[in-house]
């Protein structure tokens, strides 16, 4: 067997010589990220309805505007390293059209594709370079709530959630973001979490 075949990327660290890239622009942009079904979604309405600026999860629209071509979530799903592909894409062109000194919060932001790629077997390292552009404000992690199964989740989801948070905090934390971990509370007091977070460090 080739040592190839020994190669694991669902635990590939990010490159730190590539991290020592310089970012480009300083934003005021937040993001929210966290495993599915750990409320992201809905802290991003309620600070839409805040008034404040936010863009919604990428991925979710990627895969909403497949299964209106006839597609079904588990045939977009099976793409494997496609999917990330195309949600970073789209996720870079999204943050290219925003501008950087408006307060914005990002339902995932360029780092959490890493994780998917990992999982679809492909090096994050590869698309490592596209992430340096926009420099994020500050990052949350939201802890895990009861899995609910929507539209563009499948029950296998629910058994990587845990993955997907650790992967997603430690590519931010390679990135020097420092991590604000948001736990499990009643909507409205994770709202008053965040924005009581970002009030004390005046980036609000």
């Not at 592909?85 to 307060?103: F, N, Y």
């Not at 994050?124 to 596209?130: D, K």
Request: aromatic share 8%; proline share 5%; net charge neutral.
């Amino acid at each position: 067997m080739s040592a190839s075949a020994h190669y694991d990327t669902k635990t590939t660290e990010l490159d730190p010589v590539l991290l020592s890239t310089p970012f480009r622009v300083q934003t005021n942009w937040h993001v929210i990220t966290g495993g599915p079904s750990s409320g992201k979604s809905t802290l991003i309405k309620q600070l839409a309805d805040k008034g404040y600026r936010t863009v919604a999860e990428i991925a979710r629209q990627h895969i909403e505007s497949e299964v209106t071509k006839g597609r079904t979530v588990k045939e977009i799903r099976a793409d494997g390293a496609a999917v990330p592909r195309a949600v970073m894409d789209l996720q870079r062109k999204t943050e290219d059209g925003l501008r950087a000194r408006d307060v914005t919060f990002l339902d995932r932001g360029l780092p959490d594709c890493f994780a998917f790629f990992r999982l679809a077997g492909v090096d994050p390292n590869g698309p490592l370079a596209e992430c340096f552009h926009h420099r994020y404000a500050s990052v949350f992690v939201l802890d895990q709530l009861p899995f609910e199964r929507d539209g563009t989740r499948l029950d296998s989801d629910a058994d990587i959630a845990g993955y997907l948070k650790v992967w997603h905090t430690r590519d931010y934390s390679a990135f020097g973001y420092r991590i604000v971990r948001v736990p499990v509370l009643l909507p409205e007091e994770r709202l008053s979490f965040v924005l009581e977070r970002l009030s004390g460090q005046g980036l609000t």
